[in-house]
């Protein structure tokens, strides 16, 4: 992003919630919600997921454990979560 489009982003950000934040805190934030989407959008598309009644994803030990723990280690405190992906 252009220094002008952070500027933006930096000024609509401290309008909307009055918390000030440098570039860098915002721009790591943006990658770690990214990497989210990136993962979330795998669970919606990956072949041979379940689903429980409430939408939340049936994976074996050995599917969290290569795609959490391995390639997305800030992603493990989800694989116990019961309502983490509800609706995806």
């Given at each position: 992003?252009?220094?002008?489009?952070?500027?933006?982003?930096?000024?609509?950000?401290?309008?909307?919630?009055?918390?000030?934040?440098?570039?860098?805190?915002?721009?790591?934030?943006?990658?770690?919600?990214?990497?989210?989407?990136?993962?979330?959008?795998?669970?919606?598309?990956?072949?041979?997921?379940?689903?429980?009644?409430?939408?939340?994803?049936?994976?074996?030990?050995?599917?969290?454990?290569?795609?959490?723990?391995?390639?997305?280690?800030?992603?493990?405190?989800?694989v116990d979560s019961s309502d983490m992906f509800v609706g995806f």
């Amino acid at each position: 992003m252009t220094k002008k489009g952070w500027d933006e982003v930096l000024t609509r950000f401290r309008a909307t919630t009055n918390l000030v934040h440098d570039k860098e805190q915002l721009g790591s934030r943006y990658r770690q919600l990214k990497s989210l989407y990136g993962f979330i959008k795998k669970l919606k598309t990956q072949s041979g997921l379940g689903r429980r009644e409430d939408g939340s994803v049936i994976a074996t030990e050995d599917w969290w454990e290569n795609n959490t723990k391995v390639l997305v280690p800030s992603f493990v405190r989800f694989v116990d979560s019961s309502d983490m992906f509800v609706g995806f």
